[in-house]
Structure formats: C-alpha cells, structure tokens
C-alpha cells in the first residue's frame, strides 16, 4: 500500500494548490471579485488538471502493483506527458498510443516522454477511434489483469474524486468557479465538488462541440443533474481544438505581462480571454465572487 502523501512526495507535488487574487484592469472587473486558482503551480511537470485526474487511478495503480499502463493522446498531449512522467517516477512501463505518425518529427512533449522510457506506439486516425472499444482494449492489454488502460485525456469517473478536491481547498465560497472545457472531465469533476453549494459551473469550450461536450460532461455524472449546477459557453474557441488567432496570442502575452501568470492559446488563454470578455459585458451580477481554475498546461505551447 502507498499513502497519498507518499505519492505527493515521490511526485514533489503540492498537496494544494495555492489560491490567489487578481487584481485586473479590465472594464467592469471593479464589480465583481476575480480569484485564480493556481493549479499550475501544483508542478513543474505534471500538469495541473491532469494530476487531479489521474491522482486516485496513480493510487490504485500503485496498491494493485500494476505492471504496465496504457494510455491515449495526441501528439502534445498534456496527459501522456503528465502520466508518462508519474510512471517513469513510480517504475511502472508505460505505453503511449499517440495517434498519428511523429516518428520523422516528434514533437516536444514525445521527446519528453521517451526519455521518461515510455514506449510510443503511433496509430492512424481510424485505429486511435476505437480507443473506448472493449475489443481493442482487450487486444491491447491481452487480457492481462496486471494492466490499467486510462481513457484519452484521464476522463474516467474516478477522475471526479480528484477534481473535487478543488473545491475542497477553497476557504472562500465562490458564486462561480470557470474553467476550460477540452474532454469534460475537469468540469463533471467541478460539478461534483459543488452539489452541496450554491456554486455556479461555467465551462469554456475549448473545441467546436456543442451538445457533444454537455453529453460528455453529464455521462460522467451518472447522480447528478448538470444543467443544475452549470452550463458550457461555446463562444470562446476561436474556431476549434489548439486553434488560435493573433488576438488571442497578443491577449495571452499581454495577460502574463500584467498578471505575471502564464498562460498558453489552447486552455488557459481560452479561458482568461473569455473571463475578460465576460467581466466587461457584465455577465455576472454586481458583487460577484468568480473563480478561474488555471489548470496548467504550459508545456503544450512549446
Ligand atoms: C486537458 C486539459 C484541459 C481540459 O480538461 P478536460 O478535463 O479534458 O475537459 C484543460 N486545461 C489543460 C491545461 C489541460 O491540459
């Protein structure tokens, strides 16, 4: 058995997270209260959200003396690079299907995971689509019980438990909590973490994926009603999944300039873009209180 604290430290990573006020000068931002959540700051590597989903899988992963784990993504996955590094740490083999062929041109973040000795597999685009279906999940783990597959992006339900815990270390109560929006998991994990509160959900789809994104979201909360704790804006994804523009660009290095917080044009930049634009319209009612996850991330943008 390993405690999470034994976890935490063989990671270095911070058991929380720190939570801080952002003083902006953006129009309208002296009516309401705008706080960060700095997830990104949990660890250097590990990047924030993905260390909240994988935090209770890593647990049993460990307690069950897993020999090899599986996983899915892209070629600047964020998740692979997160648990590629935790299973390098933990010595457990890991292999990466990565779809798409990087072999000629491997991208930063593979060049990461391979020296953290993960084994990368590049599948085509119709290979990587049966990544859910238990056939080929059966074929990959050849029926070895000593394996754990973890679904693209770390969004499986126990995923949740960790995401909550977001909630659980605030010491203010917050009348909205906003955050990108990629797989859904992050948010069903938010949704959990606030039932008990008053606490309004707000995501910022990252991707073109209306309806789809809110089904995926509430396929991962089977007991609770999404709808009733929050909804997903669609408005902010500057025309698709690590797409971008110059004013998104200008705005994410205007934005660490003055706030002296990094953020990157696929998450972060989505995200505190559409905080700004949404304090200005004065789409929160005067005095509200508003949290900004900053879920990490910055090693995508390199
Ligand atoms: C993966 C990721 C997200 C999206 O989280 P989901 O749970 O997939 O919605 C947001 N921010 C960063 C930095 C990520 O790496």
């Given at each position: 058995?390993?405690?999470t604290?034994?976890?935490?430290?063989?990671?270095?990573?911070?058991?929380?997270?720190?939570?801080?006020k952002?003083?902006?000068?953006?129009?309208?931002?002296?009516?309401?209260?705008?706080?960060?959540?700095?997830?990104?700051?949990?660890?250097?590597?590990i990047?924030?959200?993905?260390?909240?989903?994988?935090?209770?899988?890593?647990?049993?992963?460990?307690?069950?003396?897993?020999?090899?784990?599986?996983?899915?993504?892209?070629?600047?996955?964020?998740?692979?690079?997160?648990?590629?590094?935790?299973?390098?740490?933990?010595?457990?083999?890991?292999t990466?299907?990565?779809?798409?062929?990087?072999?000629?041109?491997?991208?930063?973040?593979?060049?990461?995971?391979n020296?953290?000795n993960?084994?990368?597999?590049?599948?085509?685009?119709?290979?990587?689509?049966r990544?859910?279906?238990?056939?080929?999940?059966?074929?990959?783990s050849?029926?070895?019980?000593?394996?754990?597959?973890?679904?693209?992006?770390?969004?499986?339900?126990?995923?949740?438990?960790g995401?909550?815990?977001?909630?659980?270390?605030?010491?203010?109560?917050?009348?909205?909590?906003?955050?990108?929006?990629?797989?859904?998991?992050?948010?069903?994990?938010?949704?959990?973490?606030?039932?008990?509160?008053?606490?309004?959900?707000?995501?910022?789809?990252?991707?073109?994926?209306?309806?789809?994104?809110?089904?995926?979201?509430?396929?991962?909360?089977?007991?609770?009603?999404?709808?009733?704790?929050?909804?997903?804006?669609?408005?902010?994804?500057?025309?698709?999944?690590?797409?971008?523009?110059?004013?998104?660009?200008?705005?994410?290095?205007?934005?660490?300039?003055?706030?002296?917080?990094?953020?990157?044009?696929?998450?972060?930049?989505?995200?505190?873009f559409?905080?700004?634009?949404?304090?200005?319209?004065?789409?929160?009612?005067?005095?509200?209180?508003?949290?900004?996850?900053?879920?990490?991330?910055?090693?995508?943008?390199?």
């Amino acid at each position: 058995m390993i405690s999470t604290d034994d976890l935490l430290a063989c990671l270095s990573i911070r058991a929380e997270s720190p939570l801080q006020k952002l003083e902006s000068k953006w129009p309208s931002s002296d009516k309401v209260e705008i706080w960060v959540k700095r997830d990104d700051l949990l660890h250097p590597i590990i990047s924030g959200n993905k260390w909240r989903k994988l935090k209770y899988a890593l647990l049993d992963i460990v307690a069950k003396n897993t020999s090899r784990v599986i996983s899915f993504g892209g070629g600047y996955s964020n998740h692979l690079h997160a648990l590629a590094y935790a299973c390098h740490k933990l010595n457990i083999h890991f292999t990466a299907i990565v779809r798409g062929d990087y072999s000629q041109n491997p991208t930063p973040m593979l060049d990461d995971i391979n020296r953290w000795n993960t084994e990368i597999c590049y599948v085509d685009r119709k290979t990587y689509q049966r990544r859910n279906d238990a056939d080929y999940l059966a074929q990959l783990s050849n029926n070895n019980e000593d394996v754990v597959i973890i679904p693209e992006g770390g969004s499986q339900v126990s995923a949740a438990t960790g995401v909550s815990e977001i909630v659980s270390e605030l010491d203010l109560e917050f009348d909205y909590i906003v955050a990108p929006v990629g797989s859904g998991g992050t948010l069903a994990g938010l949704i959990s973490g606030v039932t008990h509160l008053k606490t309004k959900i707000l995501g910022i789809a990252v991707l073109k994926g209306p309806n789809y994104l809110e089904q995926q979201v509430q396929d991962l909360l089977p007991d609770i009603k999404f709808s009733d704790h929050g909804e997903i804006l669609h408005d902010y994804h500057f025309g698709g999944y690590a797409k971008s523009n110059e004013q998104l660009k200008e705005f994410c290095q205007d934005f660490a300039e003055q706030a002296s917080i990094q953020i990157e044009p696929v998450y972060s930049g989505k995200l505190f873009f559409a905080a700004r634009d949404l304090v200005t319209r004065q789409r929160f009612p005067q005095g509200s209180r508003i949290l900004l996850l900053h879920t990490g991330g910055l090693q995508g943008a390199r």
